[in-house]
Every structure is written in C-alpha cells, then in structure tokens.
C-alpha cells in the first residue's frame, strides 16, 4: 500500500509564474495624516507665535530694512524728501537724522555734477579761532572790496558769518545768484521782461528779494538737503533754458546737447558733455537772457576731453596763502 505525501506549495520566490495576492491593487496610497493636538498649551503658543508674526510684518515704510529706506529715498529729489518729512513726525526724525546719508546718495545718482561747480562757502565758525581776527580785519576787507562789489541781484556775505577768502566769496555768490536765476524763470518763458532797476535805487520788493535768496544760501550752509535742493533748481533753470534757446532758430551759438531722455532724466549727466563753458559771472540781469548752462568753477581739457573742476580743497589753499601774506607783511614791518 502506498503511502501519499502531500506536496509542499512552490514558493512564491522560486517560482517566477507565481503572483502576490495585492499586485493587481496598484500603488500604496499614503493617508497619514498629523495629528491635532488639543491642549490649553498648544492653543496658548499658537496665539503667541500669530501675534509675533503681526508684530514683524511691515506695515509702513520705517519698518522696512534701513538699508531699503536709504535705497528708496535716494531715488527721490531733495523736494520730494522734503514733501515727504512732513507726513509724520516719525518720518520727519528719521530723515532729520539720515540727512547726510540720504543727500550723500541723491547727489551721487543726480546731481554729480552740479555739487562740484556749487560747492557751499565756509561758515566762520568752522575755523580755527586765530583766523577769524585776520578774516575780519579792516585791512582785509578794503583787499577784497573788489570781490564784494554790491551788485543788484545778490546780496554780500556776513563777513562774521562766512569766511571771507576768495574761493567761498565766489560761492557764496554763485548759489545766490542761482536762485535769483531760477526766481525770474517764469519771465523768461512767458518772454515778459525782468523789471529793471535804475542805478543808485534800491527799491523795496529788490532787498525782500535778495534778502530772501540769501536765507535760503545761509539754510543750505548748514543742511545738506537744502544745499541739494538748491542743485534740483539750477538743473530745472537749466533745462528750462537750453530747451527754450533750442526752439529759437535764430540762435546758433553753442550749447549742450540735451535729448528728450535728458530733460525728463532729472540728472545733470549730459552736462558732462562737451559744452560751452561758463566762466563769465553774470553781473546784471540782463546777462539772464541768454544765460543757459552756468556752470562755474570749471574747465574744458581739450588733451583729455573732459572737465577740470576746482578742487573741493580750494578753500584751504586759499587761507594757506592768506597767513603766509600776512607773515611776509609781518616780517617785513620788522
């Protein structure tokens, strides 16, 4: 009698024809999900975590980076930035105390090179007290009596407030003349003629004016933002005026090139080009009428093709040489 022994099953491994029961299924599904924790705690540290994100989102333009604020300032121009310090007295702080900083970089993205042909005198004050006896003395103002010379349209410096050397009398002068210069703008454009001044008369609505022109050179002497508001206006005269002597056909002389990109720009950049130059000082108000680039303190280099400014240093050399004139004077009264 045979005895049967039943057959172990294939393995599924050893035998390849052999199929897992899930294969037809398809791929595993992943349904985990986290879990919701319900505590006091937990609810307590979510409140938290939601107030401290409020907190630190920006919600006006201070709660930005400090960097990204000087950044946006300095796209705008001095007037705006002005505008601007009057929204609150938060902003008004702010760019009270970054002055320096945000002119620093209005001027080095638009105003290049107007800040070196209008550079701001020297207050006295700034000095070194053994000079100020020697800058005053009456012997030093009968030497520079030429230079101060009472025109119409400017107002003289203080000698007990600004230095009284040459470099900063020629400024001084200069930013004065600027404003006066943007003040009868509208004139010119409409063609309406600036009301003239008899000589040896001064009448009342020429000393309000050149009084008031003065204040605001004096306020520039110790803002930043005021010297670069300043710049802002002479580059609209400016513009203003090359454009207006353009559209004269009449006028063949010489001047800037200044493209449609150019006047809307904002920028003094195309003055860098080669230009006439501008080396006269306009003595009178009549010399308005065909003034269009004043740009003093400067200089056309035909071997180098570009511009030579007075340097920033002049100033300086200027008293250097003041004190040893009066050491000469002094050795030789001995």
């Not at 505008?83 to 702010?94: A, D, W």
């Not at 020629?170 to 600036?194: M, S, Y």
């Not at 008369?201 to 300043?230: C, E, F, G």
Request: glycine fraction near 4%.
């Amino acid at each position: 009698m045979k005895t049967l022994h039943p057959q172990p099953p294939s393995s599924p491994i050893s035998d390849p024809s052999s199929q897992l029961p899930w294969e037809d299924e398809g791929p595993l599904e992943d349904r985990t999900e986290k879990l919701i924790l319900h505590s006091k705690r937990t609810a307590r540290q979510s409140k938290k975590l939601q107030k401290k994100k409020r907190n630190t989102e920006p919600k006006g333009l201070l709660d930005l980076p400090y960097e990204l604020v000087i950044e946006f300032l300095s796209y705008l121009r001095p007037s705006d930035v002005f505008r601007l310090s009057r929204v609150s007295k938060t902003l008004h702080g702010f760019i009270t105390q970054e002055t320096s900083t945000i002119v620093k970089h209005i001027i080095c993205r638009r105003y290049q090179c107007l800040e070196k042909c209008f550079r701001y005198p020297v207050l006295l004050e700034s000095m070194d007290p053994s000079v100020h006896s020697i800058l005053q003395s009456e012997e030093r103002q009968e030497i520079i009596g030429i230079h101060k010379k009472p025109y119409q349209h400017i107002l003289p410096s203080d000698p007990n407030i600004v230095c009284t050397c040459l470099t900063c009398m020629l400024r001084w002068n200069a930013l004065c003349l600027v404003i006066d210069f943007a003040h009868w703008q509208p004139n010119l454009e409409k063609g309406e003629p600036i009301p003239m001044i008899p000589r040896g008369t001064q009448p009342q609505w020429n000393t309000d004016l050149i009084v008031a022109n003065a204040a605001i050179v004096s306020k520039a002497l110790r803002s930043p933002l005021w010297h670069a508001l300043i710049l802002e206006v002479h580059l609209n005269s400016t513009v203003c005026s090359i454009r207006r002597h353009g559209e004269n056909k009449g006028n063949k002389r010489r001047r800037f090139h200044m493209t449609k990109e150019d006047e809307l720009s904002g920028t003094d950049y195309f003055l860098e080009r080669s230009g006439p130059p501008s080396l006269d000082f306009p003595f009178h108000r009549d010399n308005y009428y065909m003034l269009e680039a004043y740009m003093p303190n400067r200089g056309w280099n035909r071997e180098k093709e570009t511009w030579m400014y007075v340097p920033a240093d002049q100033h300086d050399r200027d008293v250097e040489a003041l004190l040893k004139w009066i050491e000469r004077r002094r050795l030789q009264g001995s």
